[in-house]
Each structure stands twice: as C-alpha cells, then as structure tokens.
C-alpha cells in the first residue's frame, strides 16, 4: 500500500491549482500569481497608519472607502530584505478566507504589478518536491508562462500564519546556490 506522500508514485492531476486568470506581480526579481477573483484592487503606495506593537512585516491600516484594511509588506513577510523599487512598488488588497471561514480584506505591498495571465491546465503543475525539510505549504503550484515560471500562491493560508516566512526555503532546493 503507498503512502499518502510517496513520491515514487506518479502526480495527480487533481491536486493541480485550478485553471484560470492568475495577477502576477514581482517580488526580488521572482514573480508569484495569486487568482484574480482574490483581488479586489490595485492601488499606488499610500500612507499607511502604523498600529504599535505589530511584527514588522504588519505596516499598518489603510481606509480603504471607509473600510479599515490591515496592510503587510510581502516583502518583509517572506524574509526579502532588499529595498523596493519606489517607482513601481504597490498595494494589491486581496480578499481571503480567515481560519473561521470569514471574508477578510488584506492589502499586500509589492515591487511591481506585472500582468494578468490565463493559465491553462497544461501551463500548471504542483509544487516541485524538495524534499521533506522545504515547506511548500503556501504554494498551490507552478504556472509556466513565457519562458518564466511563477510560483502560484495559496493567498489563504499565507495571509492566515502568523510570523515571518521564509520565501527561500520554500522555493529554493537545500543545498542549492542561492
């Protein structure tokens, strides 16, 4: 009898993200998608109304059409340290499942919004295996797209942990160059 996580066995389809529009936007010189029915706008960098005793990637709140919205730097969020590039940095606010099943609004600061892509089946595929000590639980799949690869994703359970991530360590195979 296989093991549920046996990696001799070969991949299902039924755990591949879904087909779909997919907005992608670049972080470090890495692109990552998340499905467009999450995004609920695209706004410039504001000023963002800091809130004392927060982690560090947490940047404050916005008012967001008289909706206060919580505001991260994704950036920060998943360990990237290098400065944004302030000409094109923006806020995406997405919409997102909470743990208890509640719809809740977060805005994510990027380095560049790049496009909106349709992703067929064919263009997807799951997360690579690195093994058991990389984490890969925030990602959906991979998305090939124009040469590139993008990483797609899971904007709920991303926007549900609490803490630091390390984006590396997700996608990057130990003992790689980095």
């Known amino acids: 009898m296989n093991a549920p996580d046996n990696p001799l066995r070969p991949m299902s389809t039924e755990n591949l993200p879904e087909p779909g529009k997919y907005l992608t936007f670049i972080l470090a010189h890495e692109r990552y998608s998340v499905p467009v029915l999450k995004v ?79 992703f067929n089946t064919e263009d997807l595929e799951q997360p690579p295996d690195f093994g058991g000590a990389i984490d890969t639980r925030f990602i959906v799949g991979m998305a090939k797209s124009k040469g590139t690869v993008k990483t797609l994703l899971d904007i709920d359970r991303l926007l549900n942990h609490a803490g630091q991530i390390d984006i590396h360590s997700l996608i990057t195979p130990s003992g790689a160059d980095t």
């Open 40 to 118: 609920r706008e695209i706004m410039r960098l504001c000023p963002v109304t800091p809130v004392p005793r927060m982690p560090a990637y947490i940047k404050g709140v916005i008012n967001l059409r008289g909706k206060i919205v919580p505001v991260i730097d994704l950036r920060e969020r998943f360990g990237l340290m290098l400065p944004h590039d302030s000409e094109r940095v923006c806020i995406i606010v997405v919409q997102f499942d909470t743990a208890e099943g509640m719809a809740q609004l977060m805005g994510m600061i990027v380095d560049v919004v790049e496009e909106v892509s349709q």
